[in-house]
Every structure is written in structure tokens, then in C-alpha cells.
Nanobody
Framework: QVTLVESGGGLVQPGGSLRLSCVAS????????VAWFRQIPGNEREFVAA????????YYDDSVKGRFTISRDNAKNTVYLQMNSLKPEDTAVYYC???????????????????WGQGTQVTVSS
């Protein structure tokens, strides 16, 4: 079983940047598909980005492509989400999720992930 803890959220002005961290414990994070989802109150969790096991193929939602980058530091057992050119519509609670065995068609669907962090709030506002 893997435990995930997110950090790095906060308040930032439009056009600014934040880097979210997802630190894993209990297992090696490179053995898992790791994704970031976000949620606004009253809405479903929506897919943001994902990183496949080992080889590291990345996936992004169209709304963040070119602005967000997901990456992994194996030595720190951590996955990052670098968020640049932030917009007010990026405001949400961001969650890190992991699962060991996902086929490509399931990667963007939150229901398939077994492990979740507690979430970190990102607010983009002037």
C-alpha cells in the first residue's frame, strides 16, 4: 500500500506559477501510474495530468497542455506538477492519485485509482 501526501498549493496571481509535490511512502512511486486531479466544490474530480510507470509517458488534459508539466524524482519518491501561466479557472483542490495497474483507456478516470492524497488548495486570483 502506498500513502500519498500533497503540498505546494497556495494563492497566486493570474499568470503566476506553483509547483505541487506528491510524496509517496510505503512503496516505490515509479511502480505506479500517478495522476493529478482537481475538484471544485459541487463538481466531479477532473483529470489534469498523469505519468505512467517506469517509462514515464505523460498525459495531459487539453486545458493544461503547454502550461503544466508532470514529472517524477525517483530518489525523492515524489511526483511534481509544475503549473505555469495559471488562470483563475485553475482554482481548485488538487489531488494526487496512484494505481499500480491501469490500462491507457483508464488513466484519465478517477474511479480507477486506489490511492489518494488529502488534497492541496490552489487559488488563482488577483
Amino acid at each position: 500500500q502506498v500513502t500519498l501526501v500533497e503540498s505546494g498549493g497556495g494563492l497566486v496571481q493570474p499568470g503566476g506559477s506553483l509547483r505541487l509535490s506528491c510524496v509517496a511512502s510505503g512503496r516505490t512511486i515509479s511502480d505506479y501510474v500517478v495522476a493529478w486531479f482537481r475538484q471544485i466544490p459541487g463538481n466531479e474530480r477532473e483529470f489534469v495530468a498523469a505519468l505512467k510507470r517506469r517509462g514515464g509517458t505523460t498525459y495531459y488534459d487539453d486545458s493544461v497542455k503547454g502550461r503544466f508539466t508532470i514529472s517524477r524524482d525517483n530518489a525523492k519518491n515524489t511526483v511534481y506538477l509544475q503549473m505555469n501561466s495559471l488562470k483563475p479557472e485553475d482554482t481548485a483542490v488538487y489531488y494526487c492519485a496512484a494505481d499500480q495497474y491501469l490500462i491507457q483507456s483508464s488513466i484519465r478516470q478517477s474511479v480507477h485509482y486506489d490511492y489518494w492524497g488529502q488534497g492541496t488548495q490552489v487559488t488563482v486570483s488577483s
